[in-house]
């Protein structure tokens, strides 16, 4: 968010009765993630931290400049494991939780996001390290995968009511996401129901990413010979 919509959305959250308190940094500048830290202490503590810092520069591995290349994945990986080890000392004396915000394009190559797919897979794999090592220390750290969402990113998609269509056509659950969707996985993540939680990667994406055979044409297979005759639909 730029400062301006970070303080409108502080705002509202105010008016409806929470304390907060905004502060703006570059999640991948090791000197800026500190500052956030010692901003918690206004709330007497640490119990939850959510990495979610994210962005896409779109392009081919074949063109991508390799500035784009370290920034996505300084953005995605390296500024994630930053705020979790400048928040370890708190989220230990707490007990508590971190989630890192991933992507399905985590486990699925996408084109043409180059770097994307790499670094949120990186990311994943960082999830589950964090979450060996600081098991012991009381502090679980999980993913969340989100599948097709609206965002203020994506909204220039959405508002393409063909693309829109086509896109919800592909979920089992015939809908988009909305930023609702994944905030509530997000409280079960790092809430007392997921307790026993530790190192998994929640995809949440209505069932998306089960239906790459659902794109193949399987009009062959009606009236087919039952199963064990020696065919197979793959």
Known sequence: LHREELDALADELRAQGHRVFPVVAD???EAAVAP????????????????????????????????????VFAVHVRAAWLLGRAAHPLLKAAGGSMVVTTSISGSHATAPLGAYSPSKAAALMLVRQMALEWGPDGIRVNALSPGLTETPGTAVVYAQPQARAQRASRIPLRRIAQAEDMANALSFLVGPDAAYVNGIDLLVDGGFAHGLMGSVNMAGWQGAPSPGAGRSPT
Do not use: C, K, Y
């Open 27 to 29: 999640m991948a500048d």
């Open 36 to 71: 956030l830290i010692d901003a918690a202490q206004a709330f007497g503590g640490l119990e939850a931290v959510v990495s979610n810092a994210g962005f896409a520069i779109p392009g081919p591995l074949l063109t991508q400049r390799v500035e784009d290349w370290d920034r």
